[in-house]
């Protein structure tokens, strides 16, 4: 049987449709299946050989059965909306722990673990710091971002708000001053005075985000939002069978309802009136044109310039380091209280205290790798073993990703290969301080005798995915309501009939599909008035 995300034989196109969509990645899928299952003729052009985009799984490892969700880990902004419409085969684990954080204190190793049940998170709040003050603030804190989710997340599959509508929806003034008018940092200092739980608290601001704690442009505030009211809660769940599960279901949910996806198809230009237009493409067949009356663009905001010959916007920049391991076993931690099938089961915290991150951006935006790079830790298999074939589950094997914060795209510049891998070994350096035995020891071999490990910096990450800059969000995420210019999706363009769908369109970024839905609605509703 051929997989969803492949094409078995080239698709045969038409001459015309009701909408051609550029970019098969899990947004493009999602409006595909939505116009699709409304009546629409759909022409998806995505340039790979697969669709899904960023949000695929891999077997990464030569002659070894891992399936790895390789570039995106995690799922918190996917509507459970859009996985009803469109009767999606998709499911996603709870982790039973959410965070586990080591360090030391004076000379003994130790940690934080947030999680488990109340008890233990209390108690381990206690032990790291010494009162249940922390805990406390802890409590206020998250439930202050608890009681924005609930009401902002619901807004995500709506026309945007205006700010001051949002704002009646927060109903909450401190909340709305902590998280919208203030640069987060502030909150986080005033709520907590441990040094590792304001980093910790600090970390959901800087995932995918080069920013101090205190930057004015508040380019932080609004990547720690988007990473606070995921379904309502903030919570951070596993893709049972991969994120390649996800797109799966999704290519077969556009192509159950009509929509054709031609792989191995590069949109070259977008020509419109702004009430029909054409998309030229390019395959291995040679070039051809598609006319549509609608056209979505499930790219960077740069390729969608590029392709109807506007001026670019600023340059983006992506600032992560992405590492994929297989492991033969999870290794042993040096704090003795820290079971490793508890402490990976979550997001494991590294070099993440609330000065080392300061000191990290510092460094990176003088130029210079972090001394001490910060990272977090995701053990898939833990939540999820499906990804694992029968010989590594049966073996004892586990997957590790790890997403590495303050490493902006021109550190790399110079030598990408060198620096990527000057970086790699700092970054697990600052692990193997934390266990009792060499990550190195841990790690499985493929068929090739190579370690199963591999590591992805922003230039590469242009390179095989054109993330502009490495960026993965395509751009700076937004504020989730309306501005100058937003649109009344916030997928709109200066072309009436052209639609940014990408996780650079306002209420993007993440695997969310709420681009794609959000643009979808503005066709369906277009075509309804």
Not at 506 to 515: K, L, M
């Amino acid at each position: 049987m051929t997989p969803p995300t492949a094409t078995a034989t080239p698709p045969r196109l038409s001459r015309a449709y009701d909408a051609v969509i550029v970019g098969g990645g899990h947004n493009g899928l999602v409006a595909a299946a939505y116009l699709a299952r409304a009546g629409r003729s759909v022409l998806v052009l995505e340039r790979l050989h697969r669709t899904g985009g960023a949000a695929v799984s891999t077997r990464p490892f030569a002659g070894v059965d891992a399936r790895l969700s390789r570039y995106s880990y995690l799922v918190s902004l996917l509507p459970t909306k859009i996985v009803r419409d469109l009767g999606l085969d998709f499911r996603v684990r709870r982790r039973t722990v959410s965070s586990y954080t080591p360090v030391e204190r004076e000379g003994r190793p130790t940690g934080l673990l947030v999680g488990g049940d109340e008890r233990r998170t209390r108690e381990s709040f206690a032990r790291l710091t010494g009162s249940d003050r922390e805990y406390a603030a802890w409590q206020r804190f998250y439930g202050m971002t608890g009681h924005v989710a609930g009401r902002i997340f619901p807004t995500l599959t709506e026309p945007l708000p205006t700010r001051e509508e949002l704002r009646r929806r927060v109903d909450d003034e401190a909340a709305w001053r902590a998280l919208f008018e203030e640069p987060v940092g502030v909150a986080i200092e005033e709520h907590f005075a441990d040094d590792l739980v304001r980093g910790v608290a600090l970390t959901d601001a800087l995932i995918g985000t080069f920013a101090d704690a205190h930057d004015p442009s508040l380019r932080q505030n609004r990547c720690f939002l988007y990473h606070v009211i995921g379904g309502g809660t903030g919570a951070w769940d596993v893709p049972v069978g991969g994120m390649g599960a996800l797109t799966d279901a999704l290519a077969g949910a556009a192509r159950d309802a009509g929509a054709v996806l031609a792989t191995g198809h590069e949109a070259l230009r977008i020509d419109t009136d702004g009430h029909a237009a054409e998309v030229a493409y390019r395959s291995a067949d040679g070039e051809g044109v598609a006319a549509a009356r609608h056209v979505l663009v499930n790219a960077s905001p740069r390729e969608l310039a590029a392709l109807t010959g506007q001026a670019p916007p600023p340059p983006a920049e992506g600032a992560q380091l992405k590492v994929n391991m297989l492991l033969t076993r999870l290794p042993a931690l040096r704090d003795p209280a820290a079971d490793p099938r508890e402490a990976f089961a979550g997001t494991f915290h590294i070099a993440e205290g609330y000065e080392q991150l300061a000191q990290a951006h510092a460094r990176a935006a003088a130029g210079e790798l972090p001394t001490a790079p910060p990272s977090e830790i995701y053990c898939h298999s833990l939540t999820d073993p499906t990804i694992l074939g029968p010989g590594p589950a049966a073996a004892g094997m586990h997957t590790l990703t790890l997403f590495g914060l303050h490493t902006p795209a021109r550190l790399f510049a110079r030598d990408n290969d060198a620096v990527r891998d000057e970086l790699l070994e700092s970054t697990l350096a600052q692990l193997d301080a934390h266990l009792a035995e060499p990550l190195a020891d841990c790690l499985a071999t493929d068929a090739d005798g190579r370690p199963c490990l591999e590591a992805r910096s922003p230039l590469d990450l242009e390179r095989d995915l054109r993330l502009p800059g490495g960026h993965i969000f395509h751009r700076d995420l937004s504020w989730p309501h309306a501005q100058e210019h937003t649109g009344r999706w916030g997928v709109e363009t200066g072309h009436a009939n052209v639609l940014l769908c990408g996780a650079g369109a306002v209420r993007g970024g993440g695997v969310s599909g709420v681009p794609g839905h959000n643009a979808a609605m503005a066709v369906l509703e277009r075509a309804g008035r």
